[in-house]
């Protein structure tokens, strides 16, 4: 249970609270193991908490699961487009040109990954199966898909975000794991006839939610992080 607000949390409840955010990662399989519906609403519930600006609360969210989420992986899978052809015309995540430190960072997960998974740098088609599986959400049984109205500023994507960490963190303190994908984004022509999205919504990114399958390698991928002293300043 959580400390009141005017209470410092305990040692017990800090780690608590640090193992919820520290052991969030990627998960890229997961069982067939239903999640219940109480317990996505009881998740989205605790998330909404997140901070925005004047408190706009900017999220909107399409839970699937079964015939719904496998129609969304048909859409796109069967659309002819592939990942490294899909247009982000609704907003960019990546920079034109990658640079430094972020070209090195990015490629090492990725070696990483491909390393886990036994796959090689010429293995093309190997590296394009693995990346459609985020269109499966990696077997997952619950996928959401989340929108922002486009006439909202930038504001509300930080607003965003912190909601998007809080389902991660709030599915943590449950048992089960995510994987937060920005790859549906330049698909939402595919999976807005699927779900009724509106134009009015941009689709931001999916996310798959579920029990993890530990016997896969590339669960055992584990990410670095940059020491503070290459991102933090501290002024006296």
């Not at 994987?179 to 595919?190: D, G, R």
Request: with cysteine.
């Amino acid at each position: 249970m959580l400390a009141p607000e005017n209470r410092t949390l305990d040692l017990d409840e800090t780690a608590i609270v640090d193992e919820a955010i520290t052991s969030r990662r990627s998960v890229r399989a997961f069982l067939p193991d239903p999640v219940d519906e109480a317990t996505i609403r009881a998740i989205l519930e605790v998330a909404a908490r997140a901070p925005s600006g004047t408190n706009m609360q900017p999220w909107r969210v399409y839970v699937t699961t079964g015939e719904t989420k496998a129609r969304i992986a048909d859409a796109i899978l069967n659309s002819g487009i592939r990942a490294e052809k899909a247009k982000w015309d609704e907003y960019k995540y990546y920079p034109e040109q990658f640079f430094e430190p972020y070209y090195g960072r990015r490629r090492a997960v990725g070696f990483a990954l491909y390393g886990h998974l036994g796959i090689g740098k010429r293995d093309v088609d190997q590296m394009r199966a693995q990346h459609d599986r985020n269109f499966t959400f990696f077997d997952a049984p619950v996928g959401m898909i989340f929108t922002i109205d486009r006439r909202l500023n930038q504001g509300s994507w930080i607003d965003y975000g912190m909601f998007l960490q809080n389902i991660m963190v709030a599915a943590r303190g449950r048992g089960l794991h995510t994987c937060p994908q920005a790859a549906f984004a330049p698909y939402h022509n595919q999976i807005r006839p699927v779900l009724g999205i509106p134009d009015e919504e941009i689709v931001v990114c999916g996310m798959a939610l579920g029990y993890e399958d530990a016997t896969k390698p590339e669960n055992d991928l584990r990410t670095e992080r940059a020491p503070q002293e290459e991102w933090v300043k501290f002024s006296r």
